[in-house]
C-alpha cells in the first residue's frame, strides 16, 4: 500500500468519524426521525453532496450510528464481565454485566432512544445489525450457561403445564447463539429461553426508566434496577 493510499485511508476514517459525531450530536437536538444528511454536512462544514460519498442515504448514516452505539453498550458490558477475576463467580459476572448495560444507557440516553425506543418511520435495520445488537445478550447467555454446567446454578424452576417446547419457541436464538459463543446449547432450552425472558425484562426496566414511566412508583432508580436485575438471577438458578 502506498503512502498516498494509507494518507487518504486516514483522512476517510476522520471525516466519517466526524460526520458520525455530528449525526449523533444531532440524535441529540431532534431525535432520530428527523435525522438530515444536509443538517450533518452543515455540522461537519462539508456541501451536501460531499456527505453522499460516505453515506448514501440518511438510512445508511441512521445503520451506521445503530452499529456504533450497539457496540458500545456491548463493549461497555464485555468490559464490566472481563474485569470480573474470579470467573467462577457467575453472580458477580452477571451483575457487573447489568450494572454496566445500565450505566451505559443512562450516560447515552438518545443513542439508546435509537437503540430501543419508538421506531424509525420508513427505516428498517439490516442484517448488519445483528451480531452488534446482541452481544449483550450473548454474554449473559454465557454467564447462565456457565453456572449451570459448573454446577454453581440450582436448577430453574419448571414451566407449568401447558407451556410450549422452548426448543421450537427458541430454536433460532439457541442456533444463533450457540454459533458466536462457540457454546452447545441443546441440552439448555429452557434455560436459553428463561434468559431471553430475562433480557427483555433488563431492558423494558431500563426504558421504563428513561422514558420516565417509573415516576411516582420508584424513588431510587438504580436501586431499583440492581434488585430487579438481582432477583432475576435468583430466577435463572444463580445464588
Given at each position: 500500500m502506498t503512502v498516498a493510499g494509507t494518507a487518504r485511508e486516514r483522512a476517510r476514517k476522520e471525516i466519517t468519524a466526524e460526520i458520525l459525531a455530528a449525526a449523533r450530536a444531532?440524535?441529540?437536538?431532534?431525535?432520530?426521525?428527523?435525522?438530515?444528511?444536509?443538517?450533518?454536512?452543515?455540522?461537519?462544514?462539508?456541501?451536501?453532496?460531499?456527505?453522499?460519498?460516505?453515506?448514501?442515504?440518511?438510512d445508511e448514516l441512521l445503520t451506521a450510528l445503530l452499529i456504533a452505539a450497539y457496540d458500545e453498550l456491548g463493549e461497555a458490558a464485555e468490559a464490566a464481565d472481563d474485569a470480573i477475576e474470579d470467573r467462577t463467580d457467575h453472580l458477580a459476572r452477571w451483575m457487573a454485566t447489568c450494572k454496566a448495560t445500565r450505566e451505559w444507557a443512562i450516560e447515552h440516553p438518545h443513542d439508546y432512544a435509537l437503540l430501543y425506543g419508538s421506531p424509525v418511520p420508513g427505516y428498517a435495520a439490516p442484517q448488519d445489525t445483528v451480531m452488534p445488537a446482541t452481544r449483550v445478550i450473548v454474554r449473559l447467555v454465557e454467564i447462565i450457561i456457565g453456572a449451570h454446567r459448573s454446577g454453581s446454578a440450582s436448577a430453574t424452576t419448571t414451566p407449568p403445564t401447558g407451556a410450549a417446547d422452548p426448543g421450537a419457541v427458541v430454536a433460532d436464538a439457541i442456533a444463533?447463539?450457540?454459533?458466536?459463543?462457540?457454546?452447545?446449547?441443546?441440552?439448555?432450552?429452557?434455560?436459553?429461553?428463561?434468559?431471553?425472558?430475562?433480557?427483555?425484562?433488563?431492558?423494558?426496566?431500563?426504558?421504563?426508566?428513561?422514558?420516565?414511566?417509573?415516576?411516582?412508583?420508584?424513588?431510587?432508580?438504580?436501586?431499583?434496577?440492581?434488585?430487579?436485575t438481582l432477583r432475576l438471577a435468583g430466577d435463572l438458578g444463580l445464588a
Open positions: 444531532q440524535l441529540r437536538q431532534v431525535g432520530p426521525g428527523e435525522l438530515s444528511l444536509r443538517a450533518v454536512a452543515r455540522d461537519v462544514g462539508m456541501v451536501s453532496s460531499a456527505v453522499y460519498r460516505y453515506y448514501a442515504s440518511r444463533y447463539i450457540a454459533e458466536r459463543s462457540q457454546t452447545d446449547l441443546e441440552a439448555f432450552p429452557e434455560l436459553v429461553m428463561r434468559t431471553l425472558m430475562v433480557w427483555s425484562t433488563i431492558f423494558g426496566t431500563l426504558s421504563f426508566e428513561l422514558f420516565g414511566h417509573l415516576k411516582g412508583s420508584v424513588n431510587d432508580f438504580e436501586g431499583y434496577f440492581e434488585q430487579t
